[in-house]
């Protein structure tokens, strides 16, 4: 089961999933700070306020992660946190809270993967129309710039956004995530439209100003169609069913990858979409299609499809009694030998596993440890997969375990716990699971105990 040499084993996390300080040294509020303050939006009104207080307590948590063996991790920059009005003013205490933590992580031989934007908007510039607004494309450049000023002579992995399906999708079309919005599909396409944008320049702009050679991508929902079965009709109507899209919402691949990647909207979006779709002016297309580095994509989940006789494709009929995570997302190991071969396949990239894992009952058992047994056999079922695809042929650069620590998941609060060592957010105490003692030894022996 041995995975390429060099392969990046890694974990990863967001800033308003486990920072908290969401007050502090000069940060000016997100979009979610925000949308908690709200009684009712958030599962029991919890809120990201403390969080994991990752905030002051990241020195201990690179060292947990040190422990594990992470080659690399995964962070998002809070962009308030260090441009507090969204653009014009720096924070220079938020700043230096990021170059602390990279510096940690270097010494700890943890290479930094960086997510620019993962959701916590500045609410400043939500006041200007937010991703409504043409101008956030110039908005997210001018800030993809300090941060790369900053942090380039010791980052250059970055990564623009994270999952636009679901900043879009959840919180401008169905409101259940910040802002919460409830907009019209036309509008939800034309924020799409300007989030494409700001990818494209704020690519553009880490090429033209990082300190040395950066190798970019997006991290991207991926929306898994896996084949009934080794059949080529069902196969080639599982690639079908992946790549098109049949619903007015963003659950999707192709309308976000298309444009970026091949520098031009999907056809069948564009008809299903036509009294929608945003103004496109000239020029855009071109922007938002910036050489990538690898394709990012997130994968959870998958759905099995097969062939249906009109050279079509159809989903197989649920089975009773699934095996689900604790968000209530089907366990299907092979959307990560599927996902990969797929995307690959048409992108031509190269894949990085940006985030899988999954969502358990954890506690703390009375022994004092955090058994987490599911989540072992979750793991090691998706990451055998994923070696398949390697050995079909497709280039994966590496993995990003969901998530280092449980965090805060959004409109479920605290309710769920994704991460590999466990918080008791009472009292910050941080305990490694028994996934962590177990993904330490995968990434030792790079595989092999698979
Ligand atoms: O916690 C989230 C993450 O922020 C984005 N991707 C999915 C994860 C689990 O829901």
């Known amino acids: ?169 959840l919180g401008h079309q169905t409101g259940e995530h910040a802002p919460g919005l409830k907009l019209g599909f036309p509008d939800v396409l034309l924020a799409a439209h300007h989030s494409l944008l700001a990818h494209g320049k704020s690519v553009q702009v880490i090429r033209s100003h990082a300190k040395s050679r950066p190798l970019v991508g997006i991290a991207h929902v991926g929306v898994v169609k896996m084949s009934s079965g080794d059949q080529l009709d069902d196969r080639e109507a599982a690639r079908k069913s992946m790549f098109s899209i049949t619903a007015r919402n963003c659950w999707n691949n192709t309308w976000f990858a298309d444009p970026i990647i091949f520098g031009q909207y999907p056809e069948d979006g564009i008809q299903l979409f036509e009294k929608d779709l945003p103004r496109i002016t000239d020029g855009d297309m071109t922007t938002i299609c910036q050489p990538l580095d690898f394709y990012g994509a997130n994968i959870y989940t998958g759905q099995i499809i097969r062939a249906s006789n009109n050279d079509s494709f159809e989903s197989e009929t649920q089975l009773v009694g699934p095996a689900l995570t604790a968000m209530e997302w089907e366990v299907s190991p092979e959307a990560l030998y599927w996902g990969p071969r797929f995307l690959y396949e048409r992108y031509g990239l190269p894949i990085v596993i940006t985030e899988n894992g999954m969502a358990n009952c954890d506690w703390i058992h009375a022994d004092g440890k955090a058994h987490d047994p599911q989540r072992i056999d979750f793991l090691s079922r998706y990451l055998r997969e994923y070696k398949r695809a390697i050995d079909a042929g497709v280039p994966c650069m590496g993995y990003f375990l969901w998530s280092i620590m449980d965090n805060f998941e959004w409109a479920q609060g605290y309710k769920q716990r994704f991460g590999i060592i466990y918080i008791d957010y009472a009292t910050g105490r941080r305990t490694m699971k028994d996934s962590a003692y177990w993904y330490h030894n995968v990434i030792k022996s790079n595989g092999e105990i698979l």
């Open 1 to 169: 089961m041995s995975f390429p040499a060099n392969f990046i084993w890694g974990a990863g996390a967001s800033s308003y999933q486990i920072e908290g300080g969401a007050q502090e040294d000069g940060k000016g509020p997100s979009i979610w700070d925000i949308m908690c303050r709200q009684p009712g939006n958030i599962w029991s009104d919890d809120t990201g306020n403390i969080a994991c207080d990752h905030y002051h307590k990241y020195e201990e948590d690179v060292r947990l992660m040190g422990r594990i063996g992470l080659k690399a991790y995964r962070l998002s920059i809070s962009w308030p946190r260090v441009i507090p009005g969204g653009t014009g003013k720096v924070n220079d205490k938020g700043l230096e809270f990021y170059d602390r933590l990279i510096d940690s992580l270097l010494k700890n031989n943890i290479e930094p993967w960086v997510t620019l934007f993962h959701w916590d908007y500045p609410y400043a510039l939500y006041c200007r129309g937010g991703w409504l607004n043409r101008d956030s494309a110039d908005w997210f450049a001018e800030y993809t710039q300090v941060m790369v000023d900053k942090l380039s002579d010791r980052v250059s992995h970055w990564i623009t956004q994270n999952e636009p399906q679901c900043f879009l999708g």
